[in-house]
């Protein structure tokens, strides 16, 4: 799973060499976006895009083409992830717990 980074490109991709793997409206979600995509051995970089007005309004997370799947693999296991523990919070919340349940009626 690992891709090894060449000497000459001093541990980062360049710009050219990369592929957008997607945008997101959110720049701290991009952070964290990048943080897993490293720690699972995927070289990734943040870019601001920016439009003809010189406006900063997506940010594009993006990685080394030959990369792509499984970045892509990566950022979905992670939703998935996430929607579950949301979904199971979310339940827990719903859950009318009384003490006087547990208590023996002996």
């Known amino acids: 799973m690992s891709k090894a980074m060449n000497n000459n490109e001093e541990g980062q991709a360049k710009v050219k060499d990369l ?3 997607t945008f997101l409206a959110d720049a701290d979600q991009a952070k964290e976006y990048e943080t897993l995509l490293k720690l699972n051995d995927i070289p990734a970089m943040v870019k601001e895009h920016v439009d003809a007005q010189g406006h900063s ?15 892509h693999v990566v950022i979905e296991s992670q939703d998935a ?10 339940d827990e919340d719903d859950i009318d717990f009384d003490p006087d349940d547990l208590e023996d009626e002996y």
């Open 81 to 90: 992830y996430d929607d579950f523990y949301d979904y199971a919070l979310e």
């Open 19 to 21: 592929v957008v793997l």
């Open 57 to 71: 309004n997506d940010v594009a997370i993006m990685v080394p083409e030959d990369c792509l799947d499984e970045a």
